[in-house]
């Protein structure tokens, strides 16, 4: 969504007319990940974090799309434009402007839309194909690959989007944890930020996820030496599709970790080359998650390098 809005002060439809409105945050508060209880993980390395955004990489549409906004009357275009114009206007950052737009055009109209409104709306949202079933069968691929070692995939979400919407979806219980942003909704008249997640802010949960710090009422910036952190960034994969995910490719490709960047089966992939040519990451393929598919093929392919990267050091491990 930040990209949506960002790139709304120009062009509407640089990718076949989707505003990004959302991308991506949420916090699936409940205390997944074996950090979140409050005991530290233990740091077997082997763990494999497929951590993915959400508008536009497993959804082709801003989550605001499919209900949110059809049931104001109000055309998405409009929306994201008035989100770009107001932010560039009162210097607002253009995700709380969103949130906060959001809200105040539903109170104009009469409208209420409550949490459980929310998280009902999620049941509309729309995924890409392949994406429901990608999930259990990547579990099935690495135990598979993996053999006797034991390593485990778990997958994340991390997205500007609204955390409410994203529980109600179908695939909410397939991730370990979701980082997204999240409203208050009895602090004020109208709903207020609870949380927002933004591009460069998103980085902050790799590196939660990375130390096994997913409680978000623990401090992450106390040091932890690389060899204690349960999940090192080199067993990372992060599935994006534009420029609000450089921050979290760049982290992870700068250290060790691996990216794949998606665009819609209708949209032209001029942004994820872009990426792939500045480095951001390893692959780019069209989003289609079902098996057999380029980006199927290209996840396989780097998961099978983790595994055998595991492997080596395990056997390496207690030689001297
Ligand atoms: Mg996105």
């Known amino acids: 969504m930040v990209e949506r809005v960002k790139s709304l002060g120009a062009a509407y439809s640089a990718k076949r007319g989707k505003a990004v409105a959302s991308d991506g945050q949420r916090t699936k508060s409940r205390a997944g990940g074996r950090g979140a209880a409050g005991e530290p993980p ?3 390395k082997r763990v494999i974090a497929l951590v993915y955004d959400f508008d536009g990489t497993l959804s082709p549409r801003p989550m605001q799309e499919y209900a949110f906004l059809p049931k104001l009357g109000i055309e998405p275009k409009e929306f994201w434009a008035e989100c770009a114009r107001v932010s560039k ?17 539903a109170k ?9 409104d929310l998280v009902a709306q999620g049941k509309t949202v729309e995924l890409y194909p392949g994406v429901e079933a990608w999930f259990d069968a990547m579990h099935a691929y690495v135990k598979k690959r993996s053999g006797d070692e034991g390593i485990t995939v778990k997958h994340y979400l991390v997205s500007s989007g609204l955390t409410e919407i994203i529980e109600g979806t179908k695939i909410y ?23 927002v997640i933004s591009d460069t802010g998103k980085t902050q949960f790799l590196f939660r996820i990375n130390k096994g710090i997913e409680d978000l009422g623990q401090s992450i910036n106390l040091h932890m030496p690389e060899d204690e952190r349960p999940i090192p960034f080199s067993n990372f994969i992060y599935f994006g599709d534009g420029d609000t995910d450089v921050p979290s490719m760049a982290l992870l490709k700068k250290n060790g970790g691996h990216a794949i960047a998606v665009h819609g089966p209708d949209e032209n992939a001029t942004k994820c080359v872009e990426l792939f040519k500045a480095g951001r990451c390893d692959f780019y393929a069209t989003a289609d998650y079902r098996k057999g598919s380029d980006l199927w093929k290209r996840t396989c392919l780097l998961l099978d390098r983790i595994i055998a990267d595991v492997k080596v050091k395990e056997e390496a491990r207690g030689l001297g």
């Not at 206007?89 to 055009?105: N, Q, S």
């Not at 409208?111 to 459980?116: E, G, K, L, N």
């Open 108 to 116: 104009e109209k009469g409208v209420r839309v409550d949490r459980a």
């Open 173 to 195: 219980r397939h991730f370990a944890n979701v980082f997204a942003s999240e409203y208050w909704f009895d602090a004020y008249d109208l709903p207020f930020p609870k949380r």
């Open 42 to 44: 233990a740091p077997d």
């Open 89 to 105: 206007a009162e210097r607002a950052d253009v995700l709380i402007t969103y949130m906060h737009l959001m809200y105040k055009k």
